[in-house]
Every structure is written in C-alpha cells, then in structure tokens.
C-alpha cells in the first residue's frame, strides 16, 4: 500500500508549532490515532524513537511504529512552522516530518512505506516544493507529484 493511500488530506498539516521532540510526537499521534487510542500511537512511535532518532538528515525526519493495537496503517505529514532538533544524524533541524503507524503485522508493508518515503526526500526538488508550500493542499499536492515521479 502506497503512502499516498494512508494520507488523507485531514492528515495533512502546515505551519504545526512543536517546541521539541516529545510535543512534536503528542501532535503526530493525535494525527494518526483515527479510531484508535492516542496513548497507543504515541507510546509506538516513542518506541521507536528509543532505538535511534527517525531524523533521516536535511531537515527530514519520518517517526514511525507498529503495534498490535493499532486498526490500521495510517500516515500523517507535516511542515513545522520553525525547524526543531530531532537527533537527526547530519545534526540538523527538522522541519519535514512524515509519520507511520501500522499493525504489528505489516511488517513487510512497513519497510517498503520506509524506502517509498526515503526515496521521496532524497530528491532536493520535491524538498524544497514542500518547503516552499503555504497551506496543507498545496503541501499535499506536492507530495502527490513528489510520489508520482519517483513511480
């Protein structure tokens, strides 16, 4: 399942204020909880992010998490008003955040939703059309094409 297919517009946000990491996270599972309970999504994706920072490096960073909990896969993507530290390996900010949480058992879908949205942010075009989005249909539609081309 593509990541588009998770991505309602709902979802979607521009200009989010997150002081640090931890609010950043509460945001992101309001966003992906759907259905589900938010404590559920936050505690998957702090999970996670004891492992090792999802800070890929450039400003991007993509949280995500499994848990048995969880109804279905959803995803959420938003553009911070100001860049915050992540614990990215370039040490840099992020300011570029997609987030992922799926059943324990999508294992495989998981891994490819991961290289679909590193291939995405490894192109400096589509970064900058995100960055340079003024409201989440725009931001949206950016990642709509950014997806598309990489297709």
């Keep these: 399942m593509p990541f588009l297919d998770l991505l309602s517009p709902e979802r979607v946000r521009t200009g989010l204020v997150a002081r640090d990491k931890a609010g950043l996270i509460a945001e992101l599972s309001t966003l992906l909880a759907g259905g589900d309970d938010v404590a559920v999504v ?3 994706l702090v999970a996670r992010e004891r492992l090792g920072s999802t800070g890929l490096g450039h ?4 949280p995500h998490g499994r848990s ?3 109804g279905e896969a959803r995803a959420a993507f938003v553009h ?3 860049p915050i530290d992540f ?7 992020v300011d570029l ?3 992922l949480i799926v059943p324990a058992h999508f294992t495989d879908q998981h891994l490819k ?8 942010f490894s192109n400096p075009a589509v970064t900058d059309a995100l960055r340079a989005a003024a409201d989440a249909d725009t931001l949206h539609e950016a990642l709509r094409k950014g997806l598309r081309s990489d297709a």
């Design 87 to 93: 614990g990215a390996v370039d040490q840099q900010p």
């Design 80 to 82: 911070l008003a100001e």
């Design 113 to 120: 939703l991961l290289a679909e949205l590193a291939e995405l």
């Design 97 to 99: 955040v997609a987030a």
């Design 59 to 62: 400003g991007v960073a993509i």
């Design 68 to 70: 048995a909990a969880v």
């Design 42 to 44: 936050r505690e998957a």
